[in-house]
Protein backbone atom coordinates (compact mmCIF):
# COMPACT_ATOMS: atom_id res chain seq x y z
CA UNK A 1 0.00 0.00 0.00
CA UNK A 2 1.96 3.41 -1.31
CA UNK A 3 -0.10 5.46 0.59
CA UNK A 4 1.12 9.42 -0.59
CA UNK A 5 3.94 8.93 -2.90
CA UNK A 6 6.59 12.51 -3.48
CA UNK A 7 8.87 12.90 -6.27
CA UNK A 8 11.86 13.82 -6.12
CA UNK A 9 13.13 13.22 -2.86
CA UNK A 10 15.92 15.85 -3.24
CA UNK A 11 16.64 18.79 -5.79
CA UNK A 12 18.78 21.31 -5.99
CA UNK A 13 17.69 24.66 -7.96
CA UNK A 14 19.59 27.57 -8.84
CA UNK A 15 17.62 30.94 -8.24
CA UNK A 16 14.87 31.62 -10.98
CA UNK A 17 14.95 28.21 -12.20
CA UNK A 18 10.97 26.56 -11.89
CA UNK A 19 10.52 23.01 -11.06
CA UNK A 20 7.19 21.01 -10.29
CA UNK A 21 6.86 18.96 -7.04
CA UNK A 22 4.65 15.93 -7.90
CA UNK A 23 2.18 13.69 -5.54
CA UNK A 24 -0.17 11.24 -5.75
CA UNK A 25 -2.10 9.52 -3.30
CA UNK A 26 -3.91 6.05 -3.90
CA UNK A 27 -5.94 6.19 -0.74
CA UNK A 28 -9.41 7.81 -2.90
CA UNK A 29 -9.09 10.81 -0.51
CA UNK A 30 -10.72 13.97 -1.44
CA UNK A 31 -8.83 16.38 0.11
CA UNK A 32 -4.89 16.71 -0.46
CA UNK A 33 -2.18 19.11 0.90
CA UNK A 34 1.15 20.74 0.83
CA UNK A 35 2.87 21.92 3.17
CA UNK A 36 6.70 23.34 3.79
CA UNK A 37 8.85 22.68 6.87
CA UNK A 38 11.21 25.14 8.21
CA UNK A 39 13.39 24.86 11.51
CA UNK A 40 11.80 26.90 14.20
CA UNK A 41 8.45 27.49 12.42
CA UNK A 42 7.09 23.95 12.06
CA UNK A 43 4.45 22.80 9.02
CA UNK A 44 3.10 25.57 7.47
CA UNK A 45 0.38 24.99 4.57
CA UNK A 46 1.32 26.25 1.53
CA UNK A 47 -1.93 25.36 -0.51
CA UNK A 48 -4.89 22.83 -0.53
CA UNK A 49 -7.31 21.11 -2.42
CA UNK A 50 -10.40 20.02 -0.75
CA UNK A 51 -11.64 18.00 -3.35
CA UNK A 52 -11.07 17.51 -7.08
CA UNK A 53 -11.14 20.94 -9.08
CA UNK A 54 -11.07 23.27 -5.98
CA UNK A 55 -8.06 24.87 -4.80
CA UNK A 56 -7.35 27.26 -1.90
CA UNK A 57 -4.43 29.45 -0.73
CA UNK A 58 -3.18 28.48 2.96
CA UNK A 59 -0.67 29.98 5.22
CA UNK A 60 2.41 30.79 3.06
CA UNK A 61 1.16 30.46 -1.03
CA UNK A 62 3.25 33.41 -2.27
CA UNK A 63 6.06 32.26 -4.87
CA UNK A 64 3.93 28.59 -5.75
CA UNK A 65 1.35 26.98 -7.77
CA UNK A 66 -0.91 24.23 -7.78
CA UNK A 67 -2.98 21.91 -10.17
CA UNK A 68 -5.07 19.33 -8.57
CA UNK A 69 -4.95 17.26 -11.79
CA UNK A 70 -6.99 14.74 -11.01
CA UNK A 71 -8.69 13.36 -7.71
CA UNK A 72 -5.12 10.85 -7.14
CA UNK A 73 -2.51 13.60 -8.13
CA UNK A 74 -1.39 17.26 -6.26
CA UNK A 75 1.30 19.27 -7.90
CA UNK A 76 3.38 21.91 -6.53
CA UNK A 77 5.01 24.95 -8.85
CA UNK A 78 7.85 27.04 -8.21
CA UNK A 79 7.84 29.38 -11.12
CA UNK A 80 11.11 31.21 -9.97
CA UNK A 81 12.72 29.67 -7.39
CA UNK A 82 14.25 31.66 -4.34
CA UNK A 83 16.66 30.79 -1.65
CA UNK A 84 13.63 31.79 1.03
CA UNK A 85 12.24 28.71 -0.70
CA UNK A 86 14.92 26.61 0.94
CA UNK A 87 12.69 24.15 2.52
CA UNK A 88 11.39 20.68 3.11
CA UNK A 89 8.09 20.09 1.29
CA UNK A 90 5.53 17.47 2.23
CA UNK A 91 2.29 16.49 0.67
CA UNK A 92 -0.65 15.06 2.62
CA UNK A 93 -4.21 13.96 2.09
CA UNK A 94 -6.52 12.62 4.22
CA UNK A 95 -10.67 11.34 3.72
CA UNK A 96 -12.38 14.87 3.67
CA UNK A 97 -15.82 13.41 3.28
CA UNK A 98 -18.56 12.90 6.24
CA UNK A 99 -16.86 13.23 9.50
CA UNK A 100 -14.20 15.09 7.50
CA UNK A 101 -13.33 17.17 10.76
CA UNK A 102 -12.03 13.88 12.08
CA UNK A 103 -9.76 12.54 9.68
CA UNK A 104 -6.27 12.83 9.83
CA UNK A 105 -3.60 13.62 7.29
CA UNK A 106 -1.38 10.96 5.94
CA UNK A 107 1.76 12.55 4.72
CA UNK A 108 4.62 11.61 1.32
CA UNK A 109 7.97 11.08 2.46
CA UNK A 110 8.84 14.98 1.98
CA UNK A 111 11.03 16.44 -1.10
CA UNK A 112 14.08 18.42 0.39
CA UNK A 113 14.84 21.39 -1.66
CA UNK A 114 17.73 24.18 -1.72
CA UNK A 115 17.53 27.07 -4.26
CA UNK A 116 21.54 28.36 -4.16
CA UNK B 1 -1.51 34.26 21.77
CA UNK B 2 0.37 31.66 19.10
CA UNK B 3 -2.76 29.28 17.62
CA UNK B 4 -1.03 26.08 19.08
CA UNK B 5 1.60 26.11 21.63
CA UNK B 6 3.30 23.89 22.86
CA UNK B 7 7.06 23.29 25.15
CA UNK B 8 9.73 22.33 22.27
CA UNK B 9 11.28 20.94 25.36
CA UNK B 10 13.98 18.76 24.41
CA UNK B 11 12.28 16.00 27.64
CA UNK B 12 15.05 14.34 28.56
CA UNK B 13 14.22 11.41 30.81
CA UNK B 14 15.18 7.81 31.41
CA UNK B 15 14.15 4.38 30.02
CA UNK B 16 10.77 2.93 31.82
CA UNK B 17 9.94 6.61 32.86
CA UNK B 18 6.79 8.48 32.31
CA UNK B 19 6.41 11.66 30.44
CA UNK B 20 3.59 14.46 29.58
CA UNK B 21 3.33 16.85 26.85
CA UNK B 22 0.65 19.88 26.71
CA UNK B 23 -0.51 21.54 23.59
CA UNK B 24 -2.37 24.73 24.21
CA UNK B 25 -4.92 26.21 21.16
CA UNK B 26 -6.49 29.40 21.19
CA UNK B 27 -9.52 28.93 18.97
CA UNK B 28 -12.25 28.01 20.84
CA UNK B 29 -13.87 26.47 17.68
CA UNK B 30 -11.36 23.70 17.14
CA UNK B 31 -13.03 20.27 16.04
CA UNK B 32 -10.43 18.04 16.50
CA UNK B 33 -7.02 17.10 17.70
CA UNK B 34 -4.57 14.85 16.75
CA UNK B 35 -0.91 13.90 18.05
CA UNK B 36 1.61 12.96 15.25
CA UNK B 37 4.98 11.94 16.25
CA UNK B 38 8.10 12.88 13.90
CA UNK B 39 11.70 11.15 13.39
CA UNK B 40 14.23 13.40 12.08
CA UNK B 41 14.41 14.13 8.59
CA UNK B 42 11.34 12.07 8.56
CA UNK B 43 7.57 12.52 7.33
CA UNK B 44 4.82 13.25 10.16
CA UNK B 45 3.10 9.86 11.21
CA UNK B 46 -0.15 10.11 13.20
CA UNK B 47 0.45 8.76 16.84
CA UNK B 48 -3.37 9.18 17.96
CA UNK B 49 -6.35 11.24 17.59
CA UNK B 50 -7.66 13.12 20.76
CA UNK B 51 -11.46 12.52 21.46
CA UNK B 52 -13.49 14.10 24.18
CA UNK B 53 -13.97 11.71 26.88
CA UNK B 54 -9.83 10.74 26.79
CA UNK B 55 -8.06 7.62 24.44
CA UNK B 56 -5.85 5.41 25.62
CA UNK B 57 -3.49 3.32 23.01
CA UNK B 58 -1.38 0.84 25.04
CA UNK B 59 1.62 3.24 26.89
CA UNK B 60 -0.02 6.32 25.30
CA UNK B 61 -3.14 8.18 27.00
CA UNK B 62 -4.17 11.51 25.44
CA UNK B 63 -6.70 14.22 26.86
CA UNK B 64 -8.71 16.82 25.57
CA UNK B 65 -10.04 19.28 28.13
CA UNK B 66 -12.06 22.11 25.98
CA UNK B 67 -13.01 24.41 28.94
CA UNK B 68 -9.17 25.22 29.03
CA UNK B 69 -8.38 24.39 25.44
CA UNK B 70 -5.75 22.17 26.16
CA UNK B 71 -4.54 18.52 24.80
CA UNK B 72 -2.36 16.20 26.58
CA UNK B 73 -0.28 13.00 26.13
CA UNK B 74 1.46 11.24 28.74
CA UNK B 75 3.42 8.15 27.54
CA UNK B 76 4.06 5.48 30.39
CA UNK B 77 7.40 2.95 30.48
CA UNK B 78 9.51 5.17 28.15
CA UNK B 79 11.14 3.27 25.45
CA UNK B 80 14.05 4.34 23.29
CA UNK B 81 12.24 3.85 20.38
CA UNK B 82 9.96 7.05 21.77
CA UNK B 83 12.28 9.55 21.32
CA UNK B 84 11.21 11.31 19.02
CA UNK B 85 9.51 14.93 17.93
CA UNK B 86 5.59 15.34 19.02
CA UNK B 87 3.60 17.45 16.89
CA UNK B 88 0.08 18.60 18.36
CA UNK B 89 -2.05 19.28 15.61
CA UNK B 90 -5.82 21.54 15.49
CA UNK B 91 -8.75 21.21 13.46
CA UNK B 92 -10.26 24.37 12.80
CA UNK B 93 -13.79 24.84 11.02
CA UNK B 94 -14.12 27.88 8.94
CA UNK B 95 -18.09 27.46 7.84
CA UNK B 96 -18.38 25.43 5.19
CA UNK B 97 -15.11 24.43 3.97
CA UNK B 98 -12.39 21.93 4.62
CA UNK B 99 -11.17 24.04 7.59
CA UNK B 100 -7.73 24.06 8.14
CA UNK B 101 -5.17 21.83 10.36
CA UNK B 102 -2.53 23.86 12.61
CA UNK B 103 0.62 22.40 13.78
CA UNK B 104 2.25 23.16 16.62
CA UNK B 105 5.73 23.13 16.79
CA UNK B 106 6.39 20.18 18.59
CA UNK B 107 7.89 18.71 21.43
CA UNK B 108 11.20 17.30 21.22
CA UNK B 109 11.49 13.84 23.15
CA UNK B 110 15.09 11.71 23.84
CA UNK B 111 14.73 8.75 25.69
CA UNK B 112 18.22 7.60 27.59
CA UNK B 113 19.78 4.49 28.62
Not at chain 1, 28 to 52: C, F, K, T, V
Not at chain 2, 21 to 44: G, H, I, L, M, V
Amino acid sequence: NAGVTQTPKFQVLKTGQSMTLQCAQDMNHNSMYWYRQDPGMGLRLIYYSASEGTTDKGEVPNGYNVSRLNKREFSLRLESAAPSQTSVYFCASRSGTGGAYNSPLHFGNGTRLTVT
Amino acid sequence: RKEVEQDPGPFNVPEGATVAFNCTYSNSASQSFFWYRQDCRKEPKLLMSVYSSGNEDGRFTAQLNRASQYISLLIRDSKLSDSATYLCVVNLNYGGSQGNLIFGKGTKLSVKP
